[in-house]
Nanobody, 123 residues
């Protein structure tokens, strides 16, 4: 079965950058599209970004598309999320997700999830 392990979260000051990582294991990485979501209670889980199996296509949530960059390294079975110009409203738990086939922008279309990594942005 697929395992996803996120890392890279922490406490950062507004305006700085951060790169989150998610290591994939258990299946063939290139068979899977990857996504990042975030959740700041009591809000619902929010789509952040997704990337296709071959990395050629990406999609971003409307609220983040100018500051977030998703990428993948197939040699390392890892997907990344770079966040630039961090804002306090970026504070959330960030989750990595995977699904075989085409990428998706809704959480219900992903059946594999990591445990999340916390990002806290101070003013």
């Amino acid at each position: 079965q697929v395992q996803l392990i996120e890392s890279g979260g922490g406490l950062v000051q507004a305006g700085n950058s951060l790169r989150l990582s998610c290591v994939f294991s258990g299946r063939t990485f290139t068979d899977y599209a990857l996504g990042w979501f975030r959740q700041a209670p009591p809000k619902e889980r929010e789509f952040v970004a997704s990337i296709s199996r071959n990395g050629a296509a990406t999609k971003y949530g409307d609220s983040v598309k100018e500051r977030f960059t998703i990428s993948r390294d197939d040699a390392k079975n890892t997907v990344y999320l770079r966040i630039d110009s961090l804002k306090p409203e970026d504070t959330a738990v960030y989750y990595c997700a995977a699904r075989p086939g085409l990428m998706a922008v809704t959480s219900k279309n992903y059946n594999n999830w990591g445990q999340g990594t916390h990002v806290t942005v101070s003013p």
